[in-house]
């Protein structure tokens, strides 16, 4: 038999989406083929730790990995802290230099982590400055499409519908917040959508159906970014497509998502106990599933990105227009996350997805060693 790929699944993280990377997590380590990999929880906490987790699956994803690692932490600190340091080699050592007692080096790291410092480059950037391979996007495309503002420019550029926009800096809030908002007003009809430009799981977001609200959004907003992304609301469906691949994507079957709340808000994606529905495949003409499939593969390829990515889009119920929202190149990852199910009904069953990421990963990393 060959050897077993040694695969550090990281989870946790400083983003605000911290619990959401917690369910994702679990859920691959609970469906990763145990003949063929051996899985290295490693955990950060909310404060920016890295620890070695040993302890149960079921622990990580309602938070207690964090006690039991700490545990771990006073009897044998040497083995379960530590950072990955940028000295090549695929190696990660413990904070005074020990390495931690890991069966070998981590061949490939699965960064499960929504948001940003997991899904914007900067840990992406680590890796690379560490020589491991990884499953996602890289530097470049990871902090493109986190940018909603940036994506939209390329989108643009390739001639994908977007939403119209507006940007707003926050720290021109405090002295100018009724300029701007005679700006929206004059360029915009209520009710507008205010989302933070960094930041997934559509949190910060909210859609203001006058003056007062628009106040109350671009200040919640502003408590998660500089950048603030007013763009008009239109009536529409919202559809997504899931990408897999480096250099020769493919797009699944298309879905539909028929959110519980007014939008699909955090609390409509993961604690509305199944009230938002996902319809798979979406109940769309084919012509339009197809140009749906295309403008995702269109945008994925713009971005550069690689692995994995959902490409999200909005299908205006007047005119069937398609416009294309964001991407997200770690979207949430339990079994009934919409990319999974996405790939499921497209004939790619959930453990086999984790390995041809995985395998994804590796292939690319090889890849650039040979430029």
């Known amino acids: 038999m060959d050897k077993k790929i040694n695969v550090g699944i990281v989870f946790g993280g400083k983003s605000a989406e911290h619990e959401v990377s917690l369910m994702s997590a679990t859920s691959i380590m609970k469906a990763i083929d145990k003949e063929k990999y051996n899985v290295i929880p490693i955990g950060i906490t909310k404060e920016g730790s890295w620890m070695i987790y040993n302890g149960p699956i079921e622990k990580i994803e309602n938070g207690e990995w964090e006690g039991i690692s700490n545990k771990l932490l006073r009897d044998k600190p040497k083995e379960n802290i530590f950072s990955i340091i940028p000295i090549g080699k695929k190696e990660c050592q413990t904070l005074d230099g020990i390495p931690p007692k890991l069966e070998s080096k981590i061949d490939v790291i699965f960064p499960v982590l929504h948001g940003p410092y997991g899904e914007d480059g900067t840990i992406q950037g680590l890796l690379e400055m560490a020589d491991i391979p990884y499953v996602g996007a890289g530097v470049l ?179 069937n227009k398609i416009y294309i929202n964001e991407i997200n190149t770690m979207p949430g990852f339990t079994k009934y996350s919409m990319y999974p199910l996405l790939w499921q009904e497209t004939g790619l069953p959930y453990d086999k997805l984790i390995d041809k990421l995985i395998q994804l990963a590796l292939e690319r990393y090889k890849d650039k060693k040979l430029d």
């Not at 960094?198 to 007062?212: M, T, Y």
């Not at 200040?219 to 529409?236: P, T, Y």
């Not at 808000?265 to 993961?270: I, L, Q």
């Open 141 to 319: 495309a990871s902090a493109m499409c986190m940018d909603k503002i940036y994506a939209k420019k390329i989108f643009e550029l390739q001639g994908l519908n977007v939403v119209e926009y507006f940007v707003v800096l926050r720290h021109k809030l405090k002295n100018h917040i009724n300029d701007y908002i005679d700006i929206i007003e004059k360029n915009f009809q209520y009710p507008v959508f205010i989302k933070p430009a960094n930041l997934g799981s559509s949190l910060g977001i909210s859609k203001a159906h006058n003056r007062e609200k628009l106040i109350e959004g671009l200040k919640e907003a502003a408590k998660h970014d500089r950048k603030i992304l007013i763009e008009r609301s239109i009536l529409c469906r919202e559809i997504e497509c899931a990408v897999l691949g480096n250099d020769e994507p493919k797009a699944s079957v298309v879905g539909e998502i028929v959110p519980s709340h007014e939008f699909y808000d955090y609390e409509a994606k993961y604690f509305d106990d199944g009230k938002s529905k996902l319809i798979i495949p979406a109940d769309i003409p084919k012509n339009k599933s197809d140009e749906v499939r295309q403008m995702a593969i269109t945008a994925y390829k713009a971005l550069d990105c690689t692995g994995l990515s959902r490409v999200d889009f909005f299908l205006e119920k007047e005119t």
